[in-house]
Nanobody, 118 residues
């Protein structure tokens, strides 16, 4: 069973930056596709960025050009660099292996709260 631990969230002003981390337990991280999801209050969870085991990436239109997903297989860790943050980026951010739609393959971690506000 894979365990997911997200960190790096916080309160930031509009236009600011944050870097999220996702630590993944187990020895299979390097072969896993991974993704960052977010869920704002009253809204459905959405996949905002994904990265394949080989490094190819995809982004939701809402974050394209502002967010960058990356991974370090030696550290079993995935990252999300978030720049030019907007109030609408406020949400709890989770990581998981995409399973289609807003579903993830593994049990969800606790997530990390990102709040963009002046």
């Amino acid at each position: 069973q894979v365990q997911l631990v997200e960190s790096g969230g916080g309160l930031v002003q509009p236009g600011g930056s944050l870097r999220l981390s996702c630590a993944v337990s187990g020895s299979i991280f390097s072969i896993l596709a991974m993704g960052w999801y977010r869920q704002a209050p009253g809204k459905q969870r959405e996949l905002v960025a994904s990265i394949q085991s080989g490094g190819s990436t995809n982004y939701a239109d809402s974050v394209k050009g502002r967010f960058t997903i990356s991974r370090d297989n030696a550290k079993n860790t995935m990252y999300l660099q978030m720049n030019s943050l907007k109030p609408e980026d406020t949400a709890v951010y989770h990581c998981n292996t995409p399973k289609g739609g807003d579903s993830g393959l593994w049990t969800w971690g606790q997530g990390t709260q990102v709040t963009v506000s002046s």
